[in-house]
Structures are given as C-alpha cells and as structure tokens.
C-alpha cells in the first residue's frame, strides 16, 4: 500500500515517526506519501515516490537529507528533496544518498570527505548534485564511504574511499 515502517535506533529521527525515541515494534513513518522505494543508511532514511520525487528524514549532519539545510540535529519526519524529479532508484550509504534518474544519469548529496559524490571534489553538497561524466546507469549502489554503478555497456564505475579495495583497485 506504499506505507513504510520503521524500528530500531532513532537518536537522529531516522525512522520518520516525529520522535526520537527508539522502537522494538515498528513504527509507521508519519507525513509521506505512498513510496515504490526506500533506503537506509546509517543515521537517516530516504524513499522514492511512484511519481519520482524523494523524501529523506533522520540525521542531517552531512548533509544527507539533501534538503540544502545543515543543522547539526536530525529531522524525525520526511521532508521532500528538492531539485530532485524523476528518480527511479535509490541507495544511501554512511553519510550520503544518490538516485538514478529516469534519463540514467544519477544524483548524490551528503557527505563527500572521500569524493562519494562522484563530483570530482571532496565538498560536501546539502542540494543533489549530478555525479560527473556519467551516463547511461543501469543500477547502481552505495557502500560506507563509496558508491559504485553498472552502465549499459556492462562496465563498473566506482567512487570515494578505497579502503579494503572497495573500488575494485589496488
């Protein structure tokens, strides 16, 4: 029914029910529309609409809700991304979230420290930004401190931290 539900630690509000409060039962996320796609990452939730648009709540530190905000406390309800149209998949990792879009291009925002972005640049983006000179994604994922995609073509792309060899390089 497009309904999402929560439990376990909610220091940081990540599982959108308006408090903070840890939870044993599930808990249903209060304010969202129906979603075809959710992902969580460490302290924050995100989830994908059938009409392409994002909602993310929990910790905003890093900039993971993508809302252009950077308070340091977390949000405990869904709030819709902006800037953000089409998105058809979704992954968060430690500290950041990225979408791939409808056109097979894809969005990050968060955390960038080990270039998770994919933007050529360790900043970090509060508002999606587009991950640089990559097209035609197929799928994709994000692990801890990177991210990496499946093209068309079959070739993987990845990004960030290469630590243990997550990139697939040695």
């Known amino acids: 029914d497009g309904t999402v539900w929560c ?8 599982l959108g029910d308006g408090s903070t409060t840890t939870h044993v039962d599930a808990a249903r996320v209060q304010g969202l529309p129906p979603v075809s796609q959710v992902a969580a990452g460490a302290n924050h939730t995100c989830a994908i609409t059938p009409d392409g648009s994002v909602w993310c709540w929990g910790r905003q530190e890093h900039g993971e809700l993508g809302d252009g905000h950077h308070p340091r406390e977390g949000r405990p309800f869904p ?6 149209a089409g998105a058809v998949e979704i992954a968060a990792g430690d500290m950041h979230t990225c979408v791939r879009l409808r056109d097979n291009t894809m969005r990050c925002w968060g955390g960038n420290d080990q270039g998770q972005l994919g933007t050529g640049s360790s900043a970090t983006s509060y508002l999606p930004v587009a991950v640089a000179d990559l097209t035609d994604v197929a799928t994709f994922t994000a692990g801890f401190h990177h991210t990496c995609a499946l093209k068309r073509d079959a070739s993987v792309w990845c990004w960030g931290e290469n630590f243990t060899c997550a990139l697939g390089a040695f």
């Open 79 to 84: 709030a819709m991304v902006p800037g953000v």
């Open 7 to 14: 439990w376990g630690q909610n220091n940081d509000g990540q």
